[in-house]
């Protein structure tokens, strides 16, 4: 079974080893590196797995990385492109890159959070909401993903980790339908009314 966040763990102790305190520039780096070589490594034309290919595609990496530069980060993804070529792994690529993305994120105190609302949201809205929920969790930066949900109807929908805060107008209309289905309201604050 394939675990993202093991392999992403692993990758990420991988390129630190190689270089002791810059290991965050490293594992930073070899991210790029992964994130630009998967998508042309998955495009070579037929069954790219196997010890086979694997050796032909390390030959490959490698003579490019003579030509680039070496660096503790190309190699860290060379290393871990070859182990997934060699396992049959590379078409968990995607959950693979996403796992690395989050313990970059969480080492240089990056929250992902996504705004979810009816219409696109403008950059200065955006820009504002950033700067409120860096001053409300500490966070060193935020990484808005916009989502457009039509279904929304208007306002927005903000989702970090397991928080949710809903100001949307949908949300609001079913608080208050939840709300007129829970009863009367005593608006005379007492026993004698008004």
Known sequence: MFIPERWAEAFIKTAGSFTGAAAAESAEEGFAVLRALLPLVRGIPGEVSGRTAALRLEGMLRAAAAVTGESPGMEAAIRLL??????GGLRFGGSLLGAIEKIIDRQQGVL???LESADPPD??????????????????????LPRI??????GFRLRLGDKILDASIRGQLG??????????VNAGGGAGGI
């Open 149 to 154: 949900r039509p279904e929304l109807l208007g």
């Open 175 to 184: 608080q208050m339908a939840a709300d007129l289905e829970a009863g009367p």
């Open 112 to 114: 992902e959070c996504v």
């Open 82 to 87: 070859v182990l997934l070529v060699k396992k």
């Open 123 to 144: 950059e200065d809205v955006q820009e504002d909401l950033k700067q409120a929920l860096i001053k409300k969790t500490g966070a060193k930066d935020i990484r808005l």
